[in-house]
């Protein structure tokens, strides 16, 4: 086998692994349903793959990495496009770090770095699969959740608000008052259990003062 074919043939086995790794890495976020999914992850793997390929034949002898120290930029650009603010709470997040997780994942892999790579995708589908049950323990236990109540202009009700919060077993923060047209609303940080949480939504939801609420 020649050289010429020996090395393109290695630069194959680094996509060909970019591409395994952006379908592992997919396929949980596509099972998900989120917004960066199944061909999206393999393109951004297999694109940064690229990318440091190009790096190493076409950066000089002591800068290959002129061109992969650009990927960095690239994809906290596109990770910036998949947060989004949900109402009250910000989305998205975990959707960014995957992408940009990907994305070292196949500069890795374009680098020849196979077992580092394989090692990293292990890493990866353990805290995206596994650690969301330990996250959901913790969030039963102890989870903060900003809530806005919009009610009539009355002092009674905000009262009532607040006592019910404490009844429901939850502690409040940075409280920040809004008034237009006649329509107040109050916006809470609320830290509580989650059955704590759920009492408190089922008490908004029977008060009739309350106008609406995000939560």
């Known amino acids: 086998m020649t050289p010429f074919v020996s090395a393109h043939l290695n630069d194959c086995y680094s996509l060909l692994v970019a591409l395994l790794i952006g379908a592992f890495v997919g396929a949980e976020r596509e099972y998900r349903s989120k917004a960066a999914g199944f061909r999206t992850l393999i393109l951004i793997c297999v694109g940064s793959s690229l990318f440091t390929l190009l790096s190493l034949r076409l950066g000089s002898p002591n800068s290959h990495d002129r061109i992969a120290s650009n990927i960095i930029t690239g994809i906290g650009f596109i990770g ?13 997040l975990t ?54 109540i919009q009610f009539r202009s009355d002092k009674s009700t905000l009262a009532a608000i607040e006592k019910g919060i404490a009844a429901c077993g939850l502690s409040s923060a940075n409280r920040k008052f809004v008034r237009t047209d006649g329509i107040f609303s109050v916006t809470y940080q609320l830290t509580g259990k989650e059955d704590a949480h759920s009492r408190f939504i089922d008490y908004l939801l029977s008060n009739d003062q309350v106008d609406g609420f995000e939560y």
């Open 80 to 92: 910036a496009g998949v947060i989004f603010r949900d109402g009250v709470n910000i989305a998205g």
């Open 95 to 148: 959707t960014a770090t995957s992408i940009w997780v990907t994305a070292a994942l196949g500069m890795a892999a374009g680098a020849g770095e196979f077992v580092l790579a394989g090692i990293g995708l292990v890493l990866v589908i353990v805290v995206l699969a596994l650690f969301e049950k330990l996250q959901q323990v913790i969030d039963r236990l102890n989870h903060m959740r900003p809530c806005r």
